[in-house]
Nanobody, 117 residues
Framework: QVQLVESGGGLVQPGGSLRLSCAAS????????MGWYRQAPGKQRELVAT???????NYADSVKGQFTIARDNVKNTAYLQMNSLKAEDTAVYYC???????????WGQGTQVTVSS
């Protein structure tokens, strides 16, 4: 059974930081590209950042220089370090694992991030 379990969300003041974690089980983690997506109320889910199996990263323009994605293939965990948080970063953040060659993709249940004073 595949599980992606996000953690690390919460309430933070503007300018603060959070680190999200996505612990994967039931997959051969190092074979999967990992990504973080977010969905704000009333909006569509959008890509935040991705990291490939070989560690190449990609970011949405809105978070470049602010967020950093990383992965630990020993701990089977992906991370999203979020700095200088703004109110517009408020959303539910979802972890995604995908392998196009295998045609498989999985989602976590999401973790709420609220940026407010």
């Amino acid at each position: 059974q595949v599980q992606l379990v996000e953690s690390g969300g919460g309430l933070v003041q503007p300018g603060g930081s959070l680190r999200l974690s996505c612990a994967a089980s039931g997959i051969i983690f190092f074979l999967y590209d990992m990504g973080w997506y977010r969905q704000a109320p009333g909006k569509q889910r959008e890509l935040v950042a991705t990291i490939t199996r070989d560690g190449s990263t990609n970011y949405a323009d809105s978070v470049k220089g602010q967020f950093t994605i990383a992965r630990d293939n020993v701990k089977n965990t992906a991370y999203l370090q979020m700095n200088s948080l703004k109110a517009e970063d408020t959303a539910v953040y979802y972890c995604n694992a995908n392998n196009l060659r295998l045609g498989r993709a999985y989602w976590g249940q999401g973790t709420q991030v609220t940026v407010s004073s």
